[in-house]
């Protein structure tokens, strides 16, 4: 058994590597002018991702935000350097999907209910994924801070979501495994309409597990089993999960937790143990996201832990908002405070070189396996 432990570990040092390895580091040389036709995989409020026989390009117009959404059609005409596409006309098909319609009258009901948009920003992020609302400079905050994942809609949020659903169908249906049917149905629904993105997806599949384990079986969960089959549902439904930057750190980020992840007993273990695990992810994470962003934060698992209470608060206090009960004032407030907080522990990015960022990365990594414990290690995988 202890060598089989050894053996996943080993594994997941190699799937780390093959996650930076495995995506482009460098756009591709070259500039056209053109026409490009596709579907729009990721919208924020400086542009969008495109999605096209040819690859997948970044089209640089705010327009964008304010009119599209993930799964909308898109023909442009304009100038490619790379991987990036200089627009000079665009036509823009709407996807008639139910799920898009949806998401778009939610995007409309918050632009009209919620009036600021840091907080209309943040409100449709962290609840439908609407990452189009979101100001840049707020989004600048929670890159500059090593929070920009609080953003994109993932097992944190998801998380909340199930325990809220779940808790729910326990209060009109009792304790059984019909309410645990009824939440994972809701848990679907959600990560429908947030989009679909693989990181979701991956995190509403754990979660169903999760919640159809605790309502058949009960008792302690397998999570390197879950990780496992989330993968693998993953792959058959998303083909492109393991291109997808977001799918990557997803997974990357919950089998590290899965190895290297612990609680910390103490009086203070509700700060520690999230603190903890911010510095798991980000170690583990850290050459994928040099790759990705040109570096990490080390002031990020601080920032994520200071974060949480205003995320819970945006949240709840934005859904409220949008449903018409006016608490807008309130959540303006405490919106402004938490960017604020964000915008104060923003820093530049620290990046290493290969030559000193492999090497460096081993020895933390193996920090981290001292620190969290053989025989914990161990446990996890009876």
């Known amino acids: 058994m202890e060598l089989s432990n050894r053996i996943i ?23 056209s002018h053109r026409v490009w036709r596709g579907e ?39 100038h490619r350097r790379g991987m990036f596409i200089s627009p000079f006309s665009i036509r823009l098909k ?3 999907s139910v799920f898009s319609s949806l998401r778009r009258q939610y995007r409309n009901r918050l632009v009209e209910t919620i009036p600021d948009p840091v907080s209309r920003g943040l409100t449709g992020g962290l609840l439908m994924g609407l990452r189009g609302l979101i100001p840049p400079s707020t989004a600048q905050a929670f890159k500059q801070s090593g929070t920009s994942h609080l953003l994109a809609l993932s097992g944190l949020h998801t998380g909340i979501v199930a325990l809220v659903l779940l808790f729910l ?48 079986r009960g008792g302690k969960l397998h999570l390197l089993t879950v990780w496992w089959a989330a993968l693998l549902l993953s792959l058959i439904f998303l083909p492109g999960t393991l291109e997808d930057r977001g799918a990557q750190m997803s997974y990357g980020a919950v089998l590290s ?7 910390v007993r103490s009086r203070h273990s509700a700060i ?9 992810v980000t170690i583990s994470l850290a050459p994928l996201m040099v790759s990705v962003y040109g570096g990490f934060s080390w002031l990020g698992p601080t920032a994520t832990v200071v974060s949480l209470p205003f995320m819970l608060a945006v949240m709840a206090l934005g859904l409220l908002s949008s449903l018409g009960i006016n608490l807008t004032f309130l959540l303006e407030i405490i919106s402004s405070i938490w960017v604020n907080i964000l915008e104060a522990l923003g820093h530049s990015p620290v990046c290493f070189t290969g030559f000193i960022l492999y090497p460096l990365w081993g020895i933390l990594l193996l920090g981290l396996r001292v620190f969290s414990g053989w025989n914990g290690f161990n446990r996890r995988f009876r």
């Not at 009109?172 to 019909?178: A, Q, V």
């Not at 520690?272 to 798991?280: E, I, T």
């Open 9 to 31: 570990a080993v594994l997941f040092l190699a799937l780390s590597a093959l996650l930076v390895a495995g995506g482009d580091s460098e756009s591709p040389e070259g500039a």
């Open 169 to 216: 169908s326990r209060l009109i249906m009792g304790r059984g495994i019909l309410s645990g049917w009824l939440a994972v149905i809701g848990i679907i629904l959600f990560v429908a309409l947030s989009g679909g993105r693989a990181s979701t997806v991956r995190a509403g599949i754990m979660a169903s597990f999760a919640v159809l384990w605790m309502s058949h």
């Open 257 to 263: 937790l899965i190895i290297f992840g612990r609680n």
């Open 272 to 280: 520690l143990s999230p603190l903890y695990a911010g510095v798991v």
């Open 40 to 78: 729009l995989t990721t919208v924020t409020a400086k542009g969008g991702m495109l999605s096209t026989e040819d690859g997948n390009f970044w089209i640089s117009d705010k327009s964008l935000a304010e009119l599209s959404l993930k799964g909308d059609s898109v023909m442009v005409i304009g």
């Open 94 to 96: 709407l996807s008639k």
